[in-house]
């Protein structure tokens, strides 16, 4: 989840500062900032919409100026979107203020699949800028990848994670790990955090009620119920647990996925916009869910109380009313009874069939050319957010049956930092998870928000057909090379195939691939992939 900040929505406002962007006073204080311009944003209260940062092309007369630190003089992350991995014990043990002051940097928490070899951590995080180029060492894009945060996963400007938040523990296999003894140490305090978080998991699927009230979409005057079965999932912005059904209706609703949002402790207290952001997030995720409609698509079937559908400003105008307290907030959703994609393709260790990977691309291509078509782009697609609708055992087995072609086998999901967009509108807000991040986000240039999501589609094939991310070290990559930030090797286009090299059955599927890992003005749109002979070769076999 992740919101659109309503604070700044005034047109007039002529900059945005680096505490509009979640900066600390310190850097803003920093008087080695330089400025930049940035055209104006957009400015558009309808709810549902991100519209702080977001930028149309057709809006461009006053510039904005943002004030970016400069990479040689800055000594902590320059960016909002970078965060410190603290564990909980360490954040615990500090004082009340020093927690404070680290908040805007824990934006995440998620557990990294490379070793920090990857990155340069002896400088605070900053990336080793003496690995670029030449030709590039200088130019005001370096100056933006050297801006980039070299932590593990960038989210958004939009809004920061409730919290350190427990993740779930899934990866890739990675090439940049080596039997050490740092390695082994570190595994040790990764087992010991796992099961910190399986506690944590655990304490907040017991503490809560078994029982969930909620109402359908299409009729939100009967209270349906339904009881807690287990936990699913959890993201940095909501738990998600199956619930079945207490009423005796449609067994289309019988069992559900309910994404719980995770407020944070303080939220109430803070002085600052969090609130305003998560409140924009959540009406925007969900204005956007509720008009999908497509197999391919997770579904939203209710919500647990109706001001969230109802209202554009339900949190604040509780809090206003005099409310002590905020009330939870359930997404009532389809269910995908298979876990998502990362996690099954770590389960099998990469070995998904071919056609079973080209079938599940297919779907996952039909789900964005739907999305597209509608005007809504993802910004958040990755292995992670593709559930499957059935195990991967069963989909094999359904394979020369009828229902393999009348039933869709995975469901888009997490649209929490979806958009919707007028034709021709840029983007401004730099999000995404870190490995799926196209290189102009990276560069902090306006961006065409269907070519970073074809991007994200080429970096999710090239890990389905490879068994790796692109933009991890290679296999073969000497410590130099390994050392290199991840945003260096996007920026420069470094990607290059390692298993599959020989395949030339795959070579539709490396087509893809060739043309969406790209330069965006060569990127292939979503309407090209769809007619790659590729996604064709399937999409003629549907029956859905
Ligand atoms: N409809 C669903 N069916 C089955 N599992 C689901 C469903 N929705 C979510 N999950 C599981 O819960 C996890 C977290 O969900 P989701 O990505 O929507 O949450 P989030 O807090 O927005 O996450 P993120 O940290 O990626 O922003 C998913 O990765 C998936 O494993």
Redesign the pocket.
């Known amino acids: ?2 919101s659109g900040n309503d604070k700044n929505n005034n047109p007039k406002t002529p900059k945005l500062t680096q505490e509009e962007f979640g900066l600390p006073p310190n850097l803003f204080q920093n008087p080695n900032v330089r400025n930049i311009e940035s055209p104006k944003g957009k400015y558009d209260n309808e709810p549902g919409r991100v519209t702080q940062r977001e930028t149309s092309t057709s809006n461009t007369r006053t510039p904005l100026t943002v004030n970016i630190p400069t990479f040689e003089t800055i000594n902590s992350l320059p960016t909002p979107m970078a965060y410190t991995p603290l564990s909980p014990n360490v954040l615990s043990s500090m004082s009340p203020t020093l927690q404070m002051q680290q908040q805007p940097f824990q934006q ?1 928490n ?1 557990r990294k699949r490379r070793n920090n070899n990857s990155i340069n951590i002896n400088n605070g995080g900053i990336p080793n800028f003496k690995a670029f180029p030449n030709e590039i060492r200088n130019s005001r894009e370096l100056n933006q990848v050297k801006n980039f945060p070299s932590s593990n996963r960038i ?1 958004s400007e939009l809004i920061p ?1 409730p919290s350190l ?1 427990p ?2 523990i899934v990866s890739l296999p990675t090439v940049t790990e080596e039997e050490n003894v740092a390695n082994a140490k570190k595994d040790k305090q990764s087992k010991f955090e796992e099961k910190e978080e399986e506690i944590v998991e655990e304490s907040e699927f017991n503490s809560e009620d078994s029982i969930l009230s909620g109402f359908l979409l299409d009729d939100m005057t009967q209270v349906k119920q339904w009881k807690k079965v287990k936990l ?9 647990t ?1 619930y079945e059904s207490l009423d005796d209706f449609d067994k289309y609703y019988h069992q559900v ?1 309910v ?1 719980k ?2 407020y944070a402790d303080n939220l109430m207290n803070t002085n600052d916009d969090t609130l305003s952001r998560l409140e924009s997030s959540l009406t925007r995720e969900l204005s956007v869910l509720k008009t999908l409609k497509h197999p391919c698509v ?1 579904k939203l079937y209710g919500i647990n109380d109706p001001i969230f559908i109802e209202k554009e400003r339900p949190l604040t105008n509780l809090l206003q009313n005099g409310h002590k307290t905020l009330p939870s907030c359930e997404f009532i ?5 298979g ?2 994609l ?2 099954e393709l770590t389960e099998c260790q990469g070995n998904l069939p071919h056609w079973l990977v080209q079938r599940l691309y297919c779907e996952l291509v039909l789900a964005v050319k739907y999305l597209h078509e509608n005007h809504i782009i993802h910004r ?1 697609l ?1 292995l ?2 593709v ?1 499957l609708k059935y195990t991967l055992d069963e989909i094999i087995g359904m394979k020369d049956t009828p229902i393999y072609e009348e039933q869709n086998m995975i ?1 888009l ?5 979806c958009k919707r967009i007028e034709p021709g509108e840029l983007c401004t807000a730099r999000c995404g ?1 870190e490995d799926y991040v196209s290189p102009e986000i990276l560069m902090g240039v306006p961006y065409d928000g269907h070519l970073t999501d074809t991007w994200a589609l080429g970096v999710v094939l090239y890990a389905l057909l490879e068994d790796r991310l692109p933009f991890d070290p290679l296999p073969n990559a000497n410590q130099r090379q390994r050392n290199r930030p991840v945003a260096y090797r996007i920026a420069t286009f470094d990607w290059r195939w390692c298993k599959t090299i020989k395949e030339v059955d795959l070579e539709t599927a490396k087509h893809i691939v060739k043309n969406t890992l790209t330069r965006k003005n060569q990127r292939w749109t979503i309407q090209q992939m769809y007619k790659s002979p590729y996604i064709q070769e399937v999409v003629s076999s549907l029956k859905f």
């Open positions: 989840m992740n995440l998620v989210v994670p938040s993740q779930r699913i999932g959890t993201g940095n912005f909501s738990f998600v199956l996925a994404k949002i995770k997770v959703m389809s269910y995908c009874n876990g998502d990362l996690k958040d990755k992670e957010n559930f469901e999901g997490d649209f929490g930092l998870s």
